[in-house]
């Protein structure tokens, strides 16, 4: 028994600071809310257990007092709730696919603060009735009184197998489905390990060897416990940071998905201010190739003249008004058509449309039409 106590209570002790730094370096490194509250938690189950463990010690070795003491019982009975308290509160952080069981539902349907205070209410009523019925009667054996814990402890350690199992399936991890259900096993053989009558034992076993099983499986599920939680803990580390890379890299992905369209969409945009730009430089060179049509002063004559005269006349009345042959004006016209590179029946009302556009009426040496 007092071995049981020393192991517990080293083991849980130095394991709940450990979780503790471990919860400060997750709310450093901005950590997920539930994920870190349930290491919050996993660690102050730990904790109280260790706690438990050192009050026996000091109790038994240090005030030599007796283990059954009912007092001792009490307080190993609060301290066995508590830690079902703590353990109910952090498996809503352990993750896994698929819907949580009942008495996950029901652990986070509400926040922290209103779960703890329904439990202990509840608790604190159940605990006042037990300890008024047994702590003056001596009829009541202290199995008796363990009875309030058990119940609660089997309904936690079921809830725990589940969402353990369903945990470690999520992360490929089926192998440690018989950990997990050893870790049910022994909290079961624990817990009625309390409740049988002393009395009853050597029916069974001898004294000896119950003792000897109580003490193995009381530290072998508390070790399993710690074993199997570490193991989730660093599998959801793992999973958190696999799943954030990949995260990482599915947004990287679709940034460069949205580049790529923005790029096709610039080029698409290029490739049309490109057909602009060589539709600019062709009309450009039209202009420029205008600009540079250089005619003779007779043939700017000519045009003036027709500019004035040839709505309203033909070449032959224009060409004697000028006092010019009809051969020699239309010689004329055909030279700079040629130059202006005008041709087809309607070349007559280009070449006026060109004298007007281009200032030459100033070259006339005709009176306008009247």
């Keep these: 028994m007092i071995l049981e106590y020393a192991i517990t209570a080293i083991v849980c002790l130095i394991t709940a600071v450990v979780i503790q730094r471990i919860y400060k370096r997750e709310q450093l490194a901005g950590a997920a809310s539930l994920g870190s509250k349930g290491i919050l938690w996993f660690g102050w189950a730990i904790f109280v257990w260790g706690f438990g463990a050192l009050l026996n010690l000091m109790v038994v070795v240090g005030l030599e007092g007796s283990p059954n003491n009912k007092l001792l019982t009490y307080a190993g009975v609060c301290i066995s709730l508590l830690n079902s308290l703590f353990i109910l509160l952090s498996l809503p952080s352990i993750e896994y696919k698929g819907k949580p069981n ?33 702590y003056q009667n001596e009829a009541i ?123 096709r969409q610039l080029l698409l945009a290029n490739e049309s201010h490109l057909d602009t730009i060589v539709k600019l430089k062709d009309e450009l060179n039209q202009i420029t190739e205008a600009s540079k049509i250089e005619l003779s002063e007779r043939q700017k004559e000519v045009l003036g003249n027709l500019a004035v005269w040839g709505a309203q ?16 004006f239309q010689a004329h016209v055909h030279q700079i058509k040629k130059v202006l590179k005008i041709s087809g029946s309607g070349g007559k009302g280009q070449l006026i449309q060109y004298a007007q556009e281009n200032d030459l009426l100033r070259y006339s040496t005709l009176k306008p039409h009247s």
């Design 102 to 134: 009942m008495i996950v539902r029901f652990v986070a349907r509400f926040s922290e603060r209103e779960f703890i205070s329904i439990y202990l209410g509840i608790i604190a009523m159940l605990i006042f009735v037990f300890f008024a019925a047994s």
């Design 141 to 263: 054996s202290n199995s008796f009184i363990w009875l309030i814990d058990i119940p609660i402890s089997i309904i936690v350690a079921f809830a725990l197998l589940h969402a353990l199992n369903r945990a470690f399936s999520h992360r490929n991890m089926r192998f440690m489905y018989l950990p997990s259900l050893a870790l049910f096993v022994l909290i079961v053989i624990a817990v009625t390990h309390r409740i049988v009558p002393a009395n009853r034992i050597p029916t069974f076993i001898d004294d000896a060897s119950w003792k000897v099983l109580g003490t193995v499986t009381a530290i072998s599920f508390k070790f399993l416990f710690i074993l199997l939680f570490s193991i989730l803990l660093y599998s959801w580390k793992f999973l958190s940071e696999k799943e954030e890379k990949q995260s990482h890299l599915e947004v990287t992905l679709l940034e460069k998905r949205q580049l790529e369209k923005i790029n």
């Design 313 to 328: 006349k033909s070449y032959t009345e224009i060409a004697e008004a000028m006092h010019i042959s009809v051969d020699g």
